[in-house]
């Protein structure tokens, strides 16, 4: 079986949200981005004038530089701890910051550093002024070489960010052949593998124009290396190469050039690293990734704005006994729990040994199941991705495609005991087995793995309530609503997350943007989640009156269905009366007593043998008193006139009511 099955890797990972995480399994990536961006006659050119509004009207390194303004806005509210910078190439200007000029036709827009509301600032000023944008952007007559290009990056990210472990070139420019003599590409390639042996990758956005289709063949195949299916920053939907981005295809142009760049700038890091027990000594190792978890807003934090300099304000806790107000360390606290009005104690290391007491964390197969034996409801926490790693047991990937593909083609799934790190809760979880998906450019959008999904304990399982015997909609109805859900179908019948933006969370960001940038704040969010009232109503409002009205007479039938009595007050009586009369030992038989007539006072008298009579109960209703009745006496009632008697009191007396009135008592 081939390893070329799991060449791409899963994407936006995330940290699980569970208490007692252990920071020591995690290794946190910080990323260091550079763009390199070509200043060239040809990239400067603005596509062609056109009425349609849709069209592009942004020259290549316009739009470049567009894209680093978004990402970087995107950045500083995402990763705050991650650096980017812009690197302009082909310039007439040479600059790298303090006057430096070592590399000729480069100009450092901005540093690698931390993005701060500054150079977010300077970027925005840089679109607005155009004369300073056509002064800066000035392309040279002579155009810098790769090898110059490549050079500096290295030297900029030897500087600023030694110890990344994430770094990464983006080169955007529309030169297929960027060097003159085979000397040159010889050294370009040179300083390529220089790069590559200091763990930066480098990532190229060429753009093609109307008059030329950019071809990598000639140049760049020899220089950008694709990446290996071990590189652990690799994305979900890794292709080897970036997709041409053509100039001047309406707003194809910033859209999926900032598509690209995001699909490959997106942070990483793994849930958790296990070993994966299939059998007795038969382990491989698995990391655990979350591709979907909910958005929150970021922590807010104090700052002190009584210096000269607002500041972030630390705080600090500290334990008090209160007797003696005495500060308490550390080392004399003890976790307790209450049992039978007992404070039970333990110390730090009972603590432990009860929490680690089920092993050390893993996973271990312990049998399999049909998919069909999986229902619906018995999911109980997020479902958690895992992917084969070979850095703890070499030919993990073989044996992790194996096992994924015999329970894809069996149907079935694997029940395992499941542990995700130390002092966690141990759980049983199904292993489902994932298809690989692919989208209609036939580019992977889901890679092949397994999904872990947390099953309940006995426990956790509550008996749903008796619901009674609900109505039914009927078929008519049925075909009604079905032409309402066909014409209210989403494009191609699917949901896309991508398209919808949380408006709460975009409004939170475009504040604290606003604030920070000093720019005007906005009246109103952006909110995509609104339904198009007009265009549904124009769809479906004919067909909702439709369905109204055929949907109040189906009630009125079934309810007064429902309402007729299945059952007489003295049904109950006959049989006990009768085999009096037939007994041959009795002489005689007892009369039967007249039934008193009842008060609508205490309902201890409203009750005979069989209960109340619809009249009484009518009475009863009319004075107002009749949630003075018992529950077990409005069940009895409601059950000798085949009545459903399940709900709470105000339902059994809402049927009473609505009984009366199908009777015709007021």
Not at 384 to 400: K, W
């Amino acid at each position: 079986m081939a390893d070329s099955t799991f060449d791409n890797r899963p994407g936006e990972e995330e940290e699980d949200e569970e208490e007692e995480i252990d920071d020591s399994s995690y290794k946190t990536i910080k990323d260091a981005v550079l763009f390199a961006i070509d200043v060239s006659a040809t990239m400067l050119e603005r596509p062609p004038k056109s009425e349609d509004k849709k069209a592009d009207r942004d020259s290549p390194t316009s739009a470049a530089l567009k894209c680093a303004y978004q990402l970087m806005q995107q950045r500083i509210i995402s990763n705050p701890k991650d650096m980017m910078g812009i690197l302009l190439f082909g310039t007439e200007k040479t600059d790298l910051g303090d006057g430096d000029t070592t590399f000729q036709n480069c100009y450092l827009l901005s540093d690698l550093d931390v993005p701060s509301a500054q150079d977010v600032k300077r970027l925005r000023d840089l679109f607005e002024n155009e004369d300073e944008a056509a002064q800066l952007l000035k392309p040279a007559d002579e155009p810098a070489t790769i090898a110059t290009v490549l050079f500096c990056a290295n030297q900029i990210f030897t500087t600023k960010a030694p110890n990344f472990s994430s770094r990464r070139l983006f080169l955007v420019t529309d030169n297929d052949y960027p060097v003159k003599v085979k000397q040159d590409k010889d050294t370009a390639v040179t300083r390529a593998r220089d790069l590559y042996d200091l763990g930066c990758t480098i990532d190229l956005f060429p753009i093609s124009r109307s008059d030329h289709t950019f071809d990598r063949s000639k140049f760049y195949d020899d220089l950008v290396y694709p990446s290996s299916p071990s590189d652990p920053d690799t994305p979900i939907a890794y292709a080897s190469t970036t997709k041409n981005v053509k100039s001047g295809d309406g707003i194809t142009l910033l859209k999926q050039l900032l598509s690209s760049i995001n699909s490959k700038a997106a942070p990483r890091r793994a849930l958790f690293s296990l070993p994966f027990e299939l059998g007795p000594d038969l382990r491989i190792g698995v990391k655990g990734f979350i591709l979907i978890k909910r958005q929150e807003h970021v922590k807010s934090c104090y700052v002190w704005v009584g210096g000269e300099k607002i500041q972030i304000a630390t705080g600090a806790t500290t334990h008090m006994a209160d007797d003696t107000a005495r500060v308490v360390e550390k080392f004399e606290l003890r976790k307790a729990y209450k049992f039978g009005g007992d404070t039970i104690t333990f110390s730090t290391e009972e603590f432990q040994q009860i929490r680690q007491c089920f092993g050390d964390p893993i996973i271990r197969i312990v049998g399999f199941k049909p998919l069909s034996m999986l229902p619906i409801w018995a999911n109980v926490n997020k479902a958690t991705f895992i992917y084969p790693s070979e850095s703890d047991f070499i030919g993990s990937t073989r044996v992790f495609s194996a096992l994924q593909q015999k329970l894809l083609k069996s149907k079935k799934m694997a029940i395992v005991w499941f542990i995700p790190r130390r002092n966690a809760a141990p759980s049983i979880a199904a292993l489902i087995p994932g298809e690989e998906r692919y989208d209609e450019n036939g580019d992977q959008t889901m890679p092949p793995g397994l999904w872990l999904v947390p099953l309940p304990f006995a426990d956790d399982i509550r008996q749903c309530p008796d619901q009674g015997e609900n109505l039914k909609a009927s078929e008519g109805l049925v075909d009604i609503m079905r032409k309402v859900v066909e014409q209210l179908q989403l494009p191609k019948g699917v949901y896309d997350p991508s398209k919808y933006p949380n408006p709460d969370l975009q409004w939170f960001y475009r504040i604290l943007q606003a604030m920070a940038l000093e720019e005007e704040v906005p009246d109103k969010p952006d909110d995509k989640t609104v339904p198009k009232y007009k265009q549904i109503d124009k769809r479906t409002g004919h067909i909702l009156e439709e369905f109204s009205g055929a949907f109040d007479e189906e009630w009125r039938q079934q309810s007064k269905t429902k309402s007729k009595p299945i059952s007489t007050g003295r049904k109950r009586t006959a049989p006990a009366a009768s085999a009096a009369a037939d007994d041959d030992d009795e002489d005689d038989v007892k009369p039967k007593k007249r039934a008193k007539k009842v008060k609508a006072e205490p309902a201890s008298q409203a009750n005979g043998d069989d209960g109340m009579t619809d009249q009484e109960m009518a009475d009863l209703n009319d004075q107002g008193k009749i949630s003075s009745l018992k529950v077990d006496e409005i069940k009895k009632w409601l059950k000798a006139r085949g009545e459903a008697v399940t709900g709470k009191k105000p339902e059994l007396i809402f049927k009473i009511q609505a009984y009366l009135d199908d009777k015709g008592f007021k």
